[in-house]
């Protein structure tokens, strides 16, 4: 199956299919000098598929894990460059969740000022999220993503079956975010995971088409793609507050509840239970709440906030923050 996404100067081709791993040197221009990237999590029969598809590969192996998302990884990933003597018409290639993605790709983004860059994503976030839309880059100053670029990839390859060997925790975060894709911007991908019995690939397909609309519309991140944060304000307080214990997925679930109408927090909620992803955070209220107002402060007291009133449609919603913390201690996510 093959969707492209449209943008300013040109599209970038996603080929989504089981078994396609085997034929990423039919889709891809591996017949060059390439630098795989990967990370320690990633099965190592995926990596030597690809290794035996390439001309002249190199292969480089990160440490798994977002600690692992900084300047000292970037730096190593530059210096496997220059050990490669990769030049202009060569490329890199990602193997692994959006961690290795976005650190390939801002690699190939500043790398003699950009070569060539295919992601192969193996996680679901990074099937229907991190790998579509071009924002590639690192964690610095105890900031996610502070230091990045847009840069799209050549070419992504999404084989489904890639998730069999990925651990279920990791699986769920995943369906966190198709569930927000559906629930904000299409009611008939919301209604199908609702039914239980669509295909992963087929709810692969729909949440990439979701995200690559939003972004074809809006590809340097102005307003629009702010319903892709549907969700994050009250799920980064959970993030924080948590201090570890909760996936980013798991408090984006929690997060998208209060921001629901009361009908439609019902569906969410039994939505969310069949992907086994939380509906109750066991912590305190209060460190969640001013852990989430923490950053908006400095903009005033007064936060837009993504808003789900039937699934398919969103509205934003200006609230200050005594109204928001009212909307979030309405919902019952909190003992
Ligand atoms: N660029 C964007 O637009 C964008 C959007 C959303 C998230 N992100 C970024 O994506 C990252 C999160 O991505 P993630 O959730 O994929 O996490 P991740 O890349 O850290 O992967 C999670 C874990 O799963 C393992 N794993 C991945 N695929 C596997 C597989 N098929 N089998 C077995 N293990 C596997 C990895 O080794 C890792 O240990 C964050 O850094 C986040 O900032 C980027």
Redo the contacts with the bound molecule.
């Keep these: 199956m093959n969707l492209s996404i449209r943008r300013a100067d040109a599209e970038v081709e996603i080929f989504l299919g089981r078994g396609l791993l085997k034929k990423a040197g039919e889709l891809f221009d591996l017949s060059r000098k390439v630098l795989l990237v ?6 190592r029969d ?1 990596v030597q598929t690809i290794l035996s598809q390439c001309k002249d590969p190199m292969l480089v192996t990160v440490p ?3 600690e692992n ?1 900084n300047f000292s990884t970037y730096e190593m990933l530059l210096q496997a460059c220059l050990a490669a003597d990769l030049t202009r018409g060569d490329c890199i290639v990602a193997l ?7 650190l390939a ?1 801002f690699s190939a983004a500043t790398y003699l000022r950009g070569i060539d860059f295919y992601n192969i ?6 099937m229907v ?9 690192l ?1 610095f100053g105890g900031y ?2 502070q230091v ?1 670029a847009f840069y799209q990839p050549k070419a992504i390859l999404c084989d489904p079956d ?6 279920e925790r ?1 699986l769920a ?2 369906y966190a ?1 198709v569930i927000k894709m559906a629930l904000t911007l299409d009611k008939d991908l919301f209604y199908r995971i609702e039914s239980g019995d669509a295909p992963t690939e087929e709810l692969i397909r729909r949440a990439i088409e979701c995200k690559a609309s939003v972004v074809a519309k809006d590809e340097r991140d102005t307003d629009l793609r702010r319903v ?1 944060n549907f969700g994050h304000t009250l799920g980064h307080g959970i993030e924080s507050a948590a201090k570890g214990s909760l ?3 798991e408090c984006v679930s929690l997060g998208m509840i209060p921001m629901c109408a009361e009908p439609v927090q019902k569906r969410l909620v039994s939505v969310l239970e069949k992907y086994r992803l939380p509906t109750r955070y066991e912590g305190a209220i209060e460190p969640v709440l001013s852990a989430a107002l923490h950053d908006k402060k400095r903009a005033g007291d007064t936060l837009t906030v993504v808003f789900v009133n039937e699934p398919g449609n969103y509205e934003l919603k200006k609230l200050s923050f005594s109204d928001w913390k009212k909307e979030v201690r309405r919902a019952p996510i909190f003992s």
């Design positions: 990967t990370d320690s999590g990633i099965p995926y798994a894990g977002e998302k692994g969740g959006g961690m290795v993605g976005d790709g994503p193996t996680s679901l976030l990074a999220d991190a790998s579509i839309g071009g924002k590639t880059g964690d996610k993503n990045g890639l998730l069999d060997t990925l651990p990791q975060c995943g975010e892709l996936l980013h997925g």
